[in-house]
């Protein structure tokens, strides 16, 4: 996060007390992974609403689970915006 030029930052995950190390200015959506799939999406998608400004995203997924990327990625894709992923490399950050 700290190595790219982004707009907003929004932190999908289940412990905000970790994350929020990452990058100060990042805002924070809770998930519990236990929940079902479909309760997590429209979780994201609640809250995720009216915090993207813009018609694209981009995405990293390099942590987190099988199940919390589905729900991330069906929850924007219903809001609708445009996904970029990207990553970070030795090269620095990188869309993919």
Do not use: C, Q, Y
């Amino acid at each position: 996060m700290k190595k790219g030029d982004w707009e907003k930052i929004i932190i999908v995950g289940n412990d905000p007390e970790s994350t929020s190390l990452l990058h100060k200015k990042a805002d924070f959506i809770s998930v519990n992974s236990d929940d079902r799939l479909t309760e997590i999406r429209d979780t994201i998608k609640r809250k995720h609403r009216g915090k993207i400004l813009g018609t694209e995203v981009a995405l990293s997924i390099a942590s987190g689970n099988g199940k919390e990327h589905m729900a991330l990625i069906s929850a924007l894709l219903s809001l609708p915006v445009g996904i970029r992923f990207v990553a970070l490399t030795k090269e620095g950050v990188v869309e993919l």
